[in-house]
């Protein structure tokens, strides 16, 4: 069990991924969870980092219901056009 910053937590593995990173995977008390996962997504990534493990869950979710990759997303442009009050212009 390692004490880290006031936490308790038991550390369970480890792994590097395909861009060459270490991950350890971490057990924490329920009560703790909130603030280690605020610390590891916010103090211990960077935003590129961030989108990437995004993007990896992503596509590991997506495989395991038979999709080979990431969908392609498309832009929608909608043009809105407000409704005239009448009168509503010279109170």
Do not use: Q
């Amino acid at each position: 069990m390692v004490l880290l910053g006031g936490l308790s937590m038991v550390e369970r593995g480890s792994a590097i991924d395909k861009h060459g990173r270490m991950w350890k995977a971490k057990v924490v008390p329920l009560a703790e969870a909130e603030e280690e996962d605020f610390r590891f997504w916010f103090e211990d990534l960077s935003p590129e980092d961030r989108v990437n493990s995004v993007d990896s869950c992503l596509i590991g979710c997506l495989k395991t219901r038979g999709m080979d990759g990431t969908p392609r997303l498309r832009r929608v442009f909608r043009i809105i056009k407000r409704k005239r009050k009448i009168g509503a212009r010279h109170r």
